[in-house]
């Protein structure tokens, strides 16, 4: 829909005929919306890239233990690829002496941290 001072609105429309035959149309001005929508695009890709570039090894996975992210300092610090980390569980990676580790994180509340330091199985075998 163009404004009367000649920029354009972006709108959603809903039309309806009714039963005498016009047509009803609604239209809603989406400006903020689609400027909602931008700004958490912006957000999100800025977020990615925080994570991409951490130095730190950074990993989310479901309760099951399956890894369904992992950036690139956690492949290196592991020796393990992207695509082979989101084909695993957390199991493999922990040192099985440090398991109990597993189970804190199982336990953790809803928005629950914690904070404590754990041993890691490199792909070749070494303990990080």
Not at 15 to 39: M, P, T, Y
Not at 83 to 106: G, Y
Request: net charge positive.
């Amino acid at each position: 829909m163009r404004h009367h001072e000649g920029h354009d609105i972006p709108v959603e429309v809903s039309v309806k005929r009714l039963k005498n035959g016009d047509i009803q149309s609604i239209q809603h001005d989406i400006s903020e919306r689609l400027k909602a929508r931008q700004e958490l695009e912006n957000s999100e890709r800025h977020y990615r890239a925080l994570v991409e570039n951490s130095m730190l090894g950074i990993l989310l996975r479901r309760p099951s233990g399956e890894i369904i992210f992992s950036n690139q300092a956690l492949c290196n610090m592991c020796g393990y690829s992207r695509n082979e980390l989101m084909k695993m569980k957390i199991s493999p990676l922990v040192e099985p002496e440090d398991s109990h580790s597993i189970e804190r994180v199982q336990n953790l509340g809803v928005n629950e941290t914690a904070s404590f330091q754990s041993r890691l199985r490199h792909k070749s075998g070494r303990i990080i």
